[in-house]
Nanobody
């Protein structure tokens, strides 16, 4: 059974930082393109960032570009989302997702496996 597990969420003040992690059981993340998505209350889920299977290609949504950094540690079979300069509008449940493809994109329908999400709250 495939499981993706996000961790690292929490409550931080505006301007702060968090690092989310995405780990898996049942699959080896190193073989997958990984995407991060988020869903705020009352809003549709949106793509945040993705990293290709090789790690050489990354993509960011406009709302997080320049503030978030996606990376992967192949030795640990883990993907990270470093979130800096956090804003209240970043508050959402963050999900990681995996698809066995070479390229990186934020089309949600492309992704095969999804985690249960981790809550990120930005508030003073």
């Amino acid at each position: 059974q495939v499981q993706l597990v996000e961790s690292g969420g929490g409550l931080v003040q505006p301007g702060g930082s968090l690092r989310l992690s995405c780990a898996a059981s049942g699959i080896t993340l190193n073989y997958y393109t990984i995407g991060w998505f988020r869903q705020a209350p009352g809003k549709e889920r949106e793509g945040v960032s993705c990293i290709s299977r090789s790690g050489f290609s990354t993509y960011y949504g406009d709302s997080v570009k320049g503030r978030f950094i996606i990376s992967r540690d192949k030795a640990k079979n883990t993907v990270y989302l470093q979130m800096n300069s956090l804003k209240p509008e970043d508050t959402a449940v963050y999900y990681c997702a995996a698809v066995m493809t070479v390229s990186c994109g934020l089309g949600q329908n492309e992704y095969t496996y999804w985690g249960q999400g981790t809550q990120v709250t930005i508030s003073s």
